[in-house]
């Protein structure tokens, strides 16, 4: 089966570094998606991946390891802003998303 | 308009009636999507389509249907809504399908059936 695991939930403060991690088993390997997704609001791009290494983009990286399944995303300089739920995507074999369960983040001052 | 809408925002729904939640999109995408969200479980695809003309099923089909007359509309219809139907709806698009497919997505419908 197509698998996607994200920790449920986390808590950083803010101004600090946070790193959510996202490991996956797919048929199938096209690429990894992050989005972000505020509280009842739609989900929006943050970041793909589709080789090995790290993509930097403002206080936003993400990194994939293919042969590891596995992949994550730092967040750095923490704003209250960053408060949502962060979600891992993978596009498998047949260019489909498989989407994981998202992780909540929550900031404090 | 820009990007995707959907209607309605939100709606309560008796138990065996007929619903269509609509979807529109004006950036001229050839791949539309829709998903359910429910509380603890990731993104679920419904139906999509690859093209006007196409659709095809995704993981969650059952007692949906789609259609896709042309590029901009992708309506969705529940026949005979059941409760277990009750979720966040997202529509969302895709310029094409294959490799590199970011996705945009509507603000979503909060649907209860009851």
């Known amino acids: 089966g197509q698998n996607i695991d994200q920790p449920t939930e986390m808590t950083a403060t803010e101004g600090a570094i946070v790193q959510i991690n996202c490991t996956y088993q797919?048929?199938?390997?096209?690429?990894l998606f992050w989005y972000q997704q505020h509280a009842g609001e739609a989900p929006t791009f943050l970041s793909y991946?589709?080789l090995d290494g790290l993509e930097e983009k403002g206080r936003f990286s993400s990194f994939l390891s293919r042969s590891k399944g596995y992949s994550y995303l730092l967040l750095k300089e923490l704003q209250m802003k960053d408060s949502a739920s962060y979600l891992c995507?993978?596009?498998?074999?047949?260019?489909?998303?498989?989407w994981g369960a998202g992780t909540k983040l929550i900031i404090k001052p | 308009i820009a990007g995707i809408t959907q209607a309605p925002t939100s709606q309560i729904l008796a138990a065996g009636r007929r619903m269509t939640l609509r979807c529109t999109q004006d950036?001229?995408?050839?791949?539309m999507y829709w998903y359910r969200q429910d509380l603890g479980l990731g993104l679920r695809l419904i139906h999509y389509?690859?093209?006007?003309?196409?659709?095809g099923k995704g993981e969650v089909p059952d007692g949906y249907s789609v259609s896709r007359a042309n590029t901009d509309d992708f309506p969705l219809t529940l026949a005979s809504a059941v409760p277990s139907q009750t979720s966040v709806y997202f529509c969302?698009?895709?310029?094409?399908?294959?490799?590199?497919?970011?996705?945009?997505f509507g603000p979503g419908t909060r649907l209860t059936v009851l």
């Open positions: 969302a698009s895709s310029a094409a399908s294959g490799y590199y497919n970011e996705q945009f």
């Open positions: 950036m001229r995408h050839n791949a």
């Open positions: 389509s690859n093209t006007a003309g196409t659709t």
């Open positions: 797919t048929s199938g390997f096209n690429g």
């Open positions: 991946n589709v």
């Open positions: 995507a993978v596009t498998d074999s047949n260019y489909q998303l498989i």
